[in-house]
């Protein structure tokens, strides 16, 4: 059956199914982000530090990358999300961008002769960038469950009703529960990724350190975040369109979801015990589970919010101004013919892969990075 043969709700659902999993493939990325903020904890001298900072160098334009995919998805599918958030929003999102331009610009100025910067300086804009903006991301989803300050008139043109233009969300502080799971996550991917990729003995021990500090505190936020969402009132969005409040919302999308708290309740197992395996048995190959986890974790916040009768992007100030996957979706023709491209994106995946195991097959040296021959960021 070809996608035309669907309906809009189905193709609607489908891309949001795309959606969360470019969102959970994108917070898995963000290891390079927690790497960033742990150079200097676990080096000792120029050349650890060369190395890690190598280690993560040599995949930062996947996190990028995939930044642009899950943008471009949603700007395509749901229209109305990204006019309205990006349209409205746009101090935090213009935030968000600079930490991550600084970032490029880091990789490719930092180790450039004649400098005038310096290389203190790019390490400081990556570490910005892994602890800044991945807090600030988190923020920004974190709205998805708390809502926003906007009305949609009758032309569906964005009123932002605060000045701060989505900074206002920084005055809520259980958005900051996200914020923090996001960094302290993103710090125990990344020294699960220095594990795997590079052969120093040193760094694995400093490493394991950093995830059993970092874990304390993820665990901490985390389940602050998830008790918050599932305790709380939720938007809820009948067969006719109409959002309204409903208590434990988010916590009956679980119950009415089993396949989707399974999701969850799987790739919280598969994080829990990936950490455990790297600080017990110090395994270098953990990355694998716990990115799987997180995957499947973020797919599963994603889809709670976003299927169910639920409206992903509320507005506290007009409930029916609330966006849903129903009336922020672009059309059934356009749906159709992007579901037709998204069969490529297994294609992509695999390719990707393919150059991940290529990289990564042969772990970073101190003599790789002696040699005056080799890249280095």
Not at 92 to 109: K, N, T
Not at 161 to 189: C, T
Not at 291 to 300: D, E, F, K
């Amino acid at each position: 059956m070809g996608f035309e043969n669907w309906e809009l709700l189905t193709l609607q659902q489908y891309w949001w199914f795309i959606i969360s999993l470019l969102g959970g493939l994108f917070v898995f990325i963000m290891f390079v982000q927690g790497g960033q903020t742990l150079i200097d904890k676990l080096s000792t001298n120029e050349i650890e530090k060369t190395m890690l900072i190598n280690s993560i160098g040599r995949k930062w334009e996947l996190g990028f990358t995939t930044l642009v995919l899950f943008g471009g998805a949603l700007f395509a599918a749901f229209p109305l999300f990204y006019a309205t958030s990006f349209g409205g929003a746009y101090w935090v999102w213009m935030a968000i961008l600079f930490c991550f331009i600084i970032q490029a610009v880091s990789y490719e100025y930092r180790m450039k002769p004649n400098n005038f910067l310096g290389k203190k300086t790019y390490e400081m804009f990556l570490k910005i960038n892994g602890n800044l903006g991945t807090f600030l991301l988190g923020v920004a989803i974190s709205t998805f469950f708390s809502g926003s300050e906007f009305i949609l008139n009758s032309n569906n043109f964005v009123e932002w009703q605060n000045d701060l233009r989505g900074l206002e969300a920084l005055l809520n502080p259980f958005n900051y529960l996200l914020g923090f799971s996001l960094v302290y996550l993103a710090k125990i991917s990344g020294a699960l990724y220095f594990m795997n990729n590079i052969s120093h003995e040193g760094i694995k021990i400093k490493a394991i350190d950093s995830i059993k500090f970092n874990m304390i505190l993820f665990m901490l936020f985390f389940l602050s975040f998830i008790s918050w969402i599932l305790l709380k009132d939720g938007y809820s969005v009948n067969i006719n369109g109409i959002v309204s409040i409903q208590e434990y919302k988010y916590l009956l999308n679980f119950i009415e979801m089993p396949v989707v708290l399974g999701m969850f309740v799987v790739g919280v197992i598969m994080v829990i015990g990936a950490v455990f395996t790297a600080i017990v048995y110090k395994k270098t190959c953990c990355i694998k589970t716990g990115g799987v986890g997180i995957v499947l974790t973020v797919m599963a916040l994603l889809l709670n919010v976003g299927f169910n009768g639920t409206s992903y992007y509320p507005s506290t100030t007009d409930l029916q101004s609330s966006l849903t996957i129903m009336n922020s979706s672009g059309s059934k023709y356009t749906l159709m013919v992007m579901s037709y491209a998204s069969l490529m994106v297994p294609f992509v995946l695999g390719y990707i892969a393919l150059a991940w195991y290529s990289m990564d097959k042969v772990k970073i040296t101190e003599e790789e990075m002696n040699d005056k021959d080799a890249h280095t960021y």
